[in-house]
């Protein structure tokens, strides 16, 4: 098919994998020439391949950069136009005509280049080129004129397509010559570089002679005889490897001589693999150029023997130094990006805690129960470091532990004065005791870092955070996430404070500190439906202060609420946790007691009677006198199944007490 369409066509160029010997898979790049025999029919082409398998791989590794962290963008065709000496066009390839929007027969053999360029680039070129002593007029010759005096010509220029749009290119011009080094033309190749100024290197083919594709490729050649130690090479490899303009000939030492130390035995062992194994002479080293600079070779070769011998070793040589640089770019890009994902995957599992205790902890009821939650919602932010939670307490000199994980190095209540943290209103932290240690830590191993952060609300410190690992260093970022999380548990302690603050206000009763009727109605209520669930009695005795308005009237009412306060303390030192102390109303009161028998609850209040009795409450430093209490208790279910025959079987008892006499208790009828 390739042969049939050589005669049609005469050049073809065309890329397809190959399989070395050894079963490695490489991507050729193949440029196709038919020559004709006497009769003008084809008569047999010849191929040129270049092994652009690194350079693929290349741009493959780019194309799956990150664009935003390594700006590389991803490049395509490249655009391969030649002329002959005087400038007129001879070959346009596909790319270009694509990207330029002619085709090969409008521009081939009837214009220049120069159509292509704006033309006040040109003329600042010939402005650029004047200066630096090349004396030309704007035209053909400003794109040729380094290159006619044996320079490469690279540059970035605007082409303006047919439709008139405008694209930067990357522009390579090189001289076409003959076998007796004279110029015949000019080749340049483009790249469009709107979408990928960063690219490492431009694919360089041609569609001329064997050694003329070479140079367009930028690739220089060499003939290693070994018998004789000479090596002779073409003028681009001399370039390449630094050598003086016009040297075309060295001896094997002078390369080795230039060769990084570190490389050569590399290359001495892929010399003797491709001798004594029959494989592709095929390394990567390192020179250095006479300037002391250091850049990249990749060489390759092949071995021809005579009688069994090997006599000459002959190749290619390019400079790979740009694709070494962006691979180590892409590595370490690589490193950069594996630890900004590690890192965004620990901020997002940060996160993600953090809602979780901030939702819980505005789920908790009281603060008790946020100390008991706190460990199992900090320790997973801070794996494999212990802590604590501490508060300043009430007078505010001493700080307590409230809640701890791992093995806590701080003391469990301490002076707010032994931490430096508390002290200065700001985070203290030790990654060695070489500074200023808390005291409160001061018994710590040395090796032990350590951070108390302050916990503050409303400018006022409740306490602190404190973290200590004596294996692991404490990042800056676990420091930040114990600032974060100090301030989240901060407002979350103050807030279910306030909240408790708020909830005891609307159900306590301002004189006695004793609960409200409201709160006793809903305690009772419930009680009784926990009672009878556990099939458990419960009782009810309704209190009254014998001559209440006689005490009113002769001290004062000030001083009913002296013997109210009075006896509201009495009630709350003398009565069981689950038993509940009310004011009903006025000077009456409500015990409600849960599970108790009728005797016990009669036991009870005979023992408030005389407590109360006992009291010596003082006004204004006077004694009030004695204060007597007159009690009516009702049992569940004796004397009633609600609420409401409970507290009217209460009070009719209490009644009763109080016509008998005062002072005394009376059970509530059956």
Same mark, same amino acid.
């Given at each position: 098919?390739?042969?049939?369409?050589?005669?049609? %066509?005469?050049?073809?160029?065309?890329?397809?994998?190959?399989?070395?010997?050894?079963?490695?898979?490489?991507?050729?790049?193949?440029?196709?020439?038919?020559?004709?025999?006497?009769?003008?029919?084809?008569?047999?082409?010849?191929?040129?391949?270049?092994?652009? *398998?690194?350079?693929?791989?290349?741009?493959?590794?780019?194309?799956? =950069?990150?664009?935003?962290?390594?700006?590389? &963008?991803?490049?395509?065709? #490249? /655009?391969?136009?030649? +002329?002959?000496?005087?400038?007129?066009?001879? =070959?346009?390839?596909?790319?270009?005509?694509?990207?330029? !929007? #002619?085709?090969?027969?409008?521009?081939?053999?009837?214009? *220049?280049?120069?159509?292509?360029?704006?033309?006040?680039? @040109?003329?600042?070129?010939?402005?650029?080129?004047?200066?630096? !002593?090349?004396?030309? *007029?704007?035209?053909?010759? @400003?794109?040729?004129?380094?290159?006619?005096?044996?320079?490469?010509?690279?540059?970035?220029?605007?082409?303006?397509?047919?439709?008139?749009?405008?694209?930067?290119?990357?522009?390579?011009?090189?001289?076409?010559?003959?076998?007796?080094?004279?110029?015949?033309?000019?080749?340049?190749?483009?790249?469009?570089?709107?979408?990928?100024?960063?690219?490492?290197?431009?694919?360089? =083919?041609?569609?001329?002679?064997?050694?003329?594709?070479?140079?367009?490729?930028?690739?220089?050649?060499?003939?290693?005889?070994?018998?004789?130690?000479?090596?002779?090479?073409?003028?681009?490899?001399?370039?390449?490897?630094?050598?003086?303009?016009?040297?075309?000939?060295? +001896?094997?030492?002078?390369?080795?001589?230039?060769?990084?130390?570190?490389?050569?035995?590399?290359?001495?062992?892929?010399? =003797?693999?491709? @001798?004594?194994?029959?494989?592709? #002479?095929?390394?990567?080293?390192?020179?250095?150029?006479?300037?002391?600079?250091?850049?990249?070779?990749?060489?390759?070769?092949?071995?021809?023997?005579?009688?069994?011998?090997?006599?000459?070793?002959?190749?290619?040589?390019?400079?790979?130094?740009?694709?070494?640089?962006?691979?180590?770019?892409?590595?370490?890009?690589?490193?950069?990006?594996?630890?900004?994902?590690?890192?965004?995957?620990?901020?997002?599992?940060?996160?993600?805690?953090?809602?979780? /205790?901030?939702?819980?902890?505005?789920?908790?009821?009281?603060?008790?129960?946020? #100390?008991?939650?706190?460990?199992?919602?900090?320790?997973?932010?801070?794996?494999?470091?212990?802590?604590?939670?501490?508060?300043?307490?009430?007078?505010?000199? /001493?700080?307590?532990?409230?809640?701890?994980?791992?093995?806590?190095?701080?003391?469990?209540?301490?002076?707010?004065?032994?931490?430096?943290?508390?002290?200065?209103?700001?985070?203290?932290?030790?990654?060695?005791?070489?500074?200023?240690?808390?005291?409160?830590?001061?018994?710590?191993?040395?090796?032990?870092?350590? &951070?108390?952060?302050?916990?503050?609300?409303?400018?006022?410190?409740?306490?602190?955070?404190?973290? %200590?690992?004596?294996? &692991?260093?404490?990042?800056?970022?676990?420091?930040?996430?114990?600032?974060?999380?100090?301030?989240?548990?901060?407002?979350?302690?103050?807030?279910?404070?306030?909240?408790?603050?708020?909830?005891?206000? %609307?159900?306590?009763?301002?004189? +006695?500190?004793? $609960?409200?009727?409201?709160? /006793?109605?809903?305690?009772?209520?419930?009680?009784? $439906?926990?009672?009878?669930?556990?099939?458990?009695?419960?009782?009810?005795?309704?209190?009254? @202060?014998?001559?209440?308005?006689? $005490?009113?009237?002769?001290?004062?009412?000030?001083? !009913?609420?002296?013997?109210?306060?009075?006896?509201?303390?009495?009630?709350?030192?003398?009565?069981?946790?689950?038993?509940?102390?009310?004011?009903?109303?006025?000077?009456?009161?409500?015990?409600?007691?849960?599970?108790?028998?009728?005797?016990?609850?009669?036991?009870?209040?005979?023992?408030?009677?005389?407590?109360?009795?006992?009291?010596?409450?003082?006004?204004?430093?006077?004694?009030?006198?004695?204060?007597? &209490?007159?009690?009516?208790?009702?049992?569940?279910?004796?004397? !009633?199944?609600?609420?409401? +025959?409970?507290?009217?079987?209460?009070?009719?008892?209490?009644?009763?007490?109080?016509?008998?006499?005062?002072?005394?208790?009376?059970?509530?009828?059956?």
């Amino acid at each position: 098919m390739l042969f049939h369409q050589l005669q049609t %066509s005469l050049s073809h160029q065309h890329e397809n994998y190959w399989l070395t010997k050894n079963s490695d898979r490489r991507l050729i790049a193949w440029s196709n020439t038919a020559l004709l025999g006497a009769d003008e029919a084809v008569e047999y082409f010849i191929s040129t391949g270049i092994d652009i *398998t690194e350079e693929k791989q290349v741009k493959e590794a780019l194309q799956q =950069t990150n664009t935003l962290q390594l700006a590389i &963008l991803n490049s395509t065709s #490249y /655009m391969v136009i030649s +002329t002959d000496i005087d400038g007129n066009i001879c =070959t346009f390839n596909h790319a270009a005509q694509k990207l330029l !929007g #002619y085709s090969a027969e409008e521009v081939v053999g009837k214009t *220049t280049p120069v159509i292509f360029h704006a033309l006040r680039e @040109v003329v600042q070129r010939a402005q650029v080129l004047s200066s630096q !002593g090349i004396d030309i *007029t704007p035209g053909f010759d @400003v794109f040729v004129a380094q290159v006619r005096r044996g320079e490469i010509d690279e540059q970035e220029w605007t082409y303006i397509r047919k439709d008139g749009s405008r694209f930067p290119i990357l522009l390579s011009i090189t001289a076409l010559r003959d076998v007796d080094g004279n110029i015949t033309g000019f080749l340049g190749i483009g790249s469009d570089i709107s979408d990928r100024k960063q690219t490492i290197e431009a694919l360089r =083919t041609s569609e001329a002679r064997l050694n003329l594709t070479l140079e367009a490729a930028q690739m220089g050649t060499w003939n290693w005889d070994m018998l004789t130690h000479e090596v002779t090479f073409s003028e681009r490899l001399g370039f390449i490897f630094g050598f003086p303009p016009g040297t075309h000939q060295a +001896t094997f030492q002078n390369f080795i001589n230039i060769i990084h130390p570190e490389d050569r035995i590399a290359v001495e062992q892929s010399i =003797t693999r491709a @001798v004594e194994g029959g494989v592709n #002479y095929n390394v990567e080293f390192r020179i250095f150029w006479s300037d002391g600079s250091l850049h990249w070779i990749g060489s390759q070769g092949q071995v021809y023997y005579d009688n069994g011998q090997a006599i000459r070793l002959v190749g290619v040589s390019m400079d790979i130094t740009k694709r070494k640089h962006t691979e180590q770019a892409l590595q370490q890009a690589n490193v950069k990006l594996t630890d900004w994902v590690g890192e965004l995957e620990e901020r997002n599992r940060e996160i993600t805690f953090l809602g979780e /205790m901030s939702e819980i902890l505005q789920a908790c009821h009281t603060v008790e129960e946020a #100390y008991k939650v706190l460990p199992s919602l900090i320790q997973p932010l801070f794996p494999q470091i212990s802590g604590g939670i501490f508060l300043i307490n009430a007078s505010r000199n /001493m700080v307590e532990a409230v809640a701890t994980w791992g093995t806590s190095i701080s003391q469990t209540l301490f002076k707010s004065d032994d931490c430096w943290a508390l002290r200065r209103g700001r985070v203290h932290c030790m990654d060695t005791h070489t500074g200023l240690v808390c005291q409160h830590l001061e018994h710590a191993p040395s090796s032990t870092a350590y &951070l108390c952060v302050p916990m503050m609300a409303q400018g006022e410190a409740l306490g602190l955070l404190h973290l %200590s690992s004596p294996e &692991l260093a404490l990042t800056q970022g676990k420091k930040q996430l114990a600032i974060t999380v100090a301030e989240q548990i901060s407002w979350a302690l103050a807030n279910l404070k306030l909240r408790e603050k708020l909830q005891n206000h %609307s159900i306590r009763d301002a004189l +006695t500190n004793l $609960f409200n009727r409201r709160y /006793m109605e809903e305690s009772l209520e419930r009680e009784l $439906f926990r009672c009878d669930r556990k099939q458990q009695p419960l009782g009810v005795i309704m209190i009254d @202060v014998d001559h209440f308005k006689r $005490f009113n009237d002769t001290f004062g009412h000030e001083a !009913g609420d002296a013997i109210l306060r009075e006896i509201g303390l009495f009630l709350q030192s003398n009565i069981r946790k689950s038993d509940i102390a009310c004011r009903y109303g006025g000077e009456e009161l409500t015990l409600i007691l849960p599970e108790s028998t009728l005797e016990t609850i009669q036991q009870r209040a005979e023992q408030i009677r005389e407590g109360v009795k006992h009291l010596r409450i003082q006004h204004r430093q006077q004694l009030l006198g004695a204060v007597t &209490l007159s009690l009516g208790i009702a049992c569940f279910p004796q004397h !009633g199944s609600t609420p409401t +025959t409970l507290i009217q079987a209460a009070d009719a008892a209490l009644y009763c007490a109080k016509t008998s006499g005062r002072d005394r208790v009376s059970i509530a009828e059956s």
